[in-house]
């Protein structure tokens, strides 16, 4: 139902999802307003409720967006180290000495998993013409702060180490969306040595402050404030969140830090950190794009085989991650 509906004419889709949603001056698209209303035919939220009943929340909505790029792309299994997880995919034609990707998935810490970000993974590679290692870390409460961040360093460290074996030349960057965000900006600030390109998807940088973007969108746009609560109180104590592993915004010295891509949603309660990030990057001396995809909502990048506006922003991402790994500068000897 939900791909039929969104193969129907525009006039149609727009019938549907009523009048435009305007906020912050900004103008929702219309794929974005159409998922939001189908979304809630569906009754679901997010988060909320046990881990269980969330991580099974996640495994249905990624049966709806199971789409594969056209591209094929093969894939293997890597053991990274005993409690970390790796699936390597490598699009079909790549050459051996191809830069890679360490991505990590997003799902606040808690949900999620390599399968429910398989078709992310795979459109990156395809799009980017990358090699991509898919990192299946330790989830909270079951594993708390700062074990996800320690298994982010242990696959980036095990992906550069072990780069001939998965195929992979010297370039190596890092990437995730929100929470995967958040753990990719953490190894580019703490890694030795430094990854060559960081891709940062609505990252979460800063668990300790609230911002002007998460009360604006607290409600009705996919991730909400009650959400982002849930998630950081599964993952991280109070007293901790000022820590730089957990809210990487928060580090002194952010200079030697991966040129980067940063793209945030204009929808999205998380929008404000993630631009904030990016100007004390730029303040550093830095190389970063900022793009804020305005009219979109979080997890955009998971809801890129649906078309229409998803697609297009996860192509510039991977545009700009394979531009940021063929043309930009090395920085690792």
């Known amino acids: 139902l939900l791909r039929a509906v969104f193969a129907l004419p525009r006039p149609v889709k727009r019938l549907i999802a009523g009048a435009p949603v305007r906020r912050d001056g900004q103008e929702l698209a219309l794929d974005s307003q159409l998922l939001l209303l189908m979304s809630k035919l569906d009754h679901r939220s997010l988060a909320g409720g046990t881990p269980e ?5 996640i495994a249905r909505a990624k049966e709806m967006l199971g789409r594969v790029p056209d591209r094929p792309v093969r894939t293997r299994e890597v053991a990274i180290a005993d409690a970390v997880t790796g699936r390597l995919y490598t699009p079909k034609g790549l050459a051996e000495g191809s830069p890679l990707l360490v991505y990590y998935h997003g799902g606040g810490w808690v949900i999620g998993d390599i399968d429910a ?3 992310v993974c795979r459109s990156l590679a395809a799009h980017a013409d990358v ?3 898919s990192v299946g870390y330790r989830l909270a409460p079951e ?6 961040a320690e298994d982010a360093l242990t696959a ?3 992906a550069v180490e072990n780069a001939a074996d998965l195929g992979a030349g010297e370039a190596v960057a890092v990437g995730g969306d929100s929470a995967g965000g958040n753990l990719a900006a953490v190894v580019g600030i703490m890694a030795d040595p430094a990854p060559d390109f960081a ?5 979460a940088v800063d668990l300790s402050t609230r911002r002007r ?5 607290a409600e009705g746009f996919y991730l909400t404030d009650d959400d982002m609560t849930w998630f950081s109180d599964h993952y991280c104590p109070p007293e901790r969140r000022g820590e730089p592993m957990a809210s990487p915004l928060l580090a002194g010295d952010l200079s030697g830090f991966p040129p980067t891509y940063l793209v945030t949603a204009g929808f999205d309660p998380l929008r404000d950190e993630g631009e904030e990030f990016a100007k004390r990057l730029e303040e550093a001396g830095v190389p970063v794009a900022l793009r804020r995809q305005e009219d979109l909502i979080h997890a955009f990048a998971n809801m890129w085989s649906l078309g229409g ?3 297009e922003a996860m192509s510039e991402a991977a545009g700009a991650l394979r531009t940021g790994l063929y043309a930009g500068p090395r920085r690792r000897s």
């Open 213 to 217: 973007s998460r009360d604006l969108f």
């Open 199 to 203: 891709l940062l998807i609505y990252p």
């Open 143 to 148: 594993h708390p702060y700062p074990a996800a």
């Open 53 to 57: 009943e969330a991580r099974a929340g």
């Open 309 to 311: 506006r998803f697609q």
């Open 117 to 119: 970000h398989d078709t």
């Open 131 to 133: 090699r991509v290692l």
């Open 156 to 158: 980036y460290e095990y």
